[in-house]
């Protein structure tokens, strides 16, 4: 039973460029979500989604930034015309229910690099 | 404004000793809670967790204690071992998992041989 996948582990992008990050959740999972960790700091909660819907995206900086999690397929994070700040992991979880009570499992996350 | 707090950045501990990693937060709406461990490289994983309901919450090495009063939960573990040295995230939800969960920013635990 494979965990929350995340893909590429690695990404290295040109300031402008966009990026794509992808994350397939557990099996039986059907709600996503995406925290991004800067250096030193703490996770902090991007967005929610569930099948085909957003369900919170309070932690979304409001430009350049969107989620989707298709019917079929991984959840995908895209960041548009990226800037070093953008620099950081980004970590998605999965869950099988909108509740936190077993805890969500953790990709390995995707570690976004902007040269 | 952190609305959860882990003061202490690190952390040393003898090994078989007790390790205690404390953290505190702010806002009064939440009512749930959960420890995470983080190696480098890998993604957060699940701990422990403890609802407002209790103020204790035991599995096998590791217990949680929550003081609502004084807004502080601890993550303590009995004894130390090499493996725990990771970094722990303390974090917080206001209900119902529609919000993301609000994290510190992590204490990093070595354990001393």
């Known amino acids: 039973n494979a965990g929350v996948m995340q893909n590429p582990r690695h990404l290295v992008r040109r300031r402008g460029q966009e990026a794509r990050l992808r994350c397939s959740p557990m099996?039986?999972?059907?709600?996503v979500y995406w925290y991004r960790q800067l250096p030193e700091e703490g996770l902090k909660f991007m967005v929610y989604?569930?099948?085909?819907?957003?369900?919170?995206e309070s932690g979304m900086p409001k430009e350049r930034f969107s989620a989707e999690f298709p019917k079929e397929g991984p959840s995908i994070l895209r960041i548009q015309q990226v800037v070093r700040g953008d620099s950081a992991a980004y970590f998605c979880?999965?869950?099988?229910?909108?509740?936190?009570?077993?805890?969500?499992?953790f990709g390995s996350g995707t570690r976004l690099t902007v040269v | 404004d952190q609305q959860v707090k882990q003061n202490s950045p690190s952390l040393s501990v003898q090994e078989g000793r007790i390790s205690i990693l404390n953290c505190d937060y702010t806002n009064s709406m939440f009512d749930y809670f959960l420890w995470y461990k983080k190696y480098p490289a890998e993604g957060p994983t699940f701990l422990i967790s403890?609802?407002?309901?209790?103020d204790k919450n035991e599995d096998g090495r590791f217990t949680v204690f929550l003081n609502k009063s004084a807004k502080h939960l601890s993550l303590h573990i009995v004894p130390s071992q090499p493996g725990d040295s990771a970094v722990y995230f303390c974090a917080a939800s206001d209900g119902g998992g529609a919000d993301g969960l609000t994290f510190g920013k992590g204490t990093h635990l070595i354990i001393q041989p």
């Open positions: 099996k039986g999972h059907s709600h």
């Open positions: 403890i609802s407002s309901i209790k």
């Open positions: 989604l569930q099948k085909e819907n957003i369900i919170d």
């Open positions: 979880a999965s869950s099988p229910s909108g509740t936190e009570d077993y805890g969500y499992t």
